[in-house]
């Protein structure tokens, strides 16, 4: 028999399966579809900055105590922190005093407090989050950063859109296969089919948390008709 018909499906194939249509939603979304029309002002893309520094916060703080975790760990890479990139692009965008006036929409704060408790109780968890994040940042972030440099007029992956630069991975391509490895071989430390599941049930809540930022950012500047 055709061994790729026998072979379980891999879990970076399975992952990227099952959460295929809330990709498409997050894509979808009208903030989205405004964003990169280029239907909105420069603000609009600072609150969505914004929201961002909130989730990486989270993301990146809790990365800290996971660095040796047996599930988690593999997948903490320094190359891929953001914080400090979110950080210059708010400074460029909203000045020096960026933090200042920086708040987090219910949303926002929701999806921060997610990722927490999962850095704090589920490693697992906390994989998902992270492949949500940093896979997406590297491919669909990249359309991003063109629009945004193309719309506002940042220099190209200059102050504004130095989130979606990532200065340590030369050939995303090839980190992205990595990646998938890893996930992969998270069958080792993840025998359990049921635990796989809801790593995959988790990242789709990432992808929905995604949508209901959307959604607030979208009711925050709406489009006068
Ligand atoms: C307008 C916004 C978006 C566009 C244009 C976009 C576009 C894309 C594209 C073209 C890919 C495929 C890249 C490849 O196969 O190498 C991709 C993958 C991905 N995107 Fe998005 N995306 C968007 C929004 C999002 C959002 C909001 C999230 C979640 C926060 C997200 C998460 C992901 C993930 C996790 C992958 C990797 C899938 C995998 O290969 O396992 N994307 N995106």
């Known amino acids: 028999m055709d061994s790729a018909l026998t072979q379980p499906t891999s879990f970076s194939t399975l992952i990227r399966t099952a959460s295929h249509e809330q990709h ?17 002002g420069v603000d609009a893309f600072a609150r969505y900055t914004e929201q961002l520094w909130f989730v990486y916060r989270a993301l990146e703080d809790g990365a800290q105590s996971l660095r040796d975790d047996p599930v988690a760990g593999p997948f903490i890479r320094p190359e891929l922190l953001r914080v400090a990139e979110i950080e210059r692009d708010l400074a460029h965008m909203r000045g020096e005093g960026w933090r200042a006036g920086l708040t987090a929409l219910p949303a926002t704060a ?25 896979l997406g940042d590297l491919s669909g972030g990249q359309i991003i950063r063109g629009k945004a440099e193309k719309t506002w007029g940042f220099a190209r992956k200059g102050d504004g859109v130095r989130f979606y630069v990532f200065e340590g991975i030369a050939n995303p391509a090839e980190f992205k296969r990595s990646y998938r490895e890893l996930l992969d071989g998270l069958d080792l430390v993840v025998p359990d089919e049921l635990e796989k599941q809801r790593i995959v049930d988790e990242c789709k809540r990432a992808f929905a948390l995604n949508t209901a930022l959307f959604r607030e950012l979208g009711a925050e500047f709406p489009l006068s008709a």
């Open 110 to 134: 929701a999806y921060a407090a997610r990722v927490e408790e999962c850095a704090r109780t589920w490693p697992g968890g906390y994989v998902a989050h992270h492949y949500t994040r940093y």
């Open 24 to 40: 498409t939603e997050a894509e979808t979304s009208t903030f989205m579809g405004d964003l990169l029309g280029g239907r909105l």
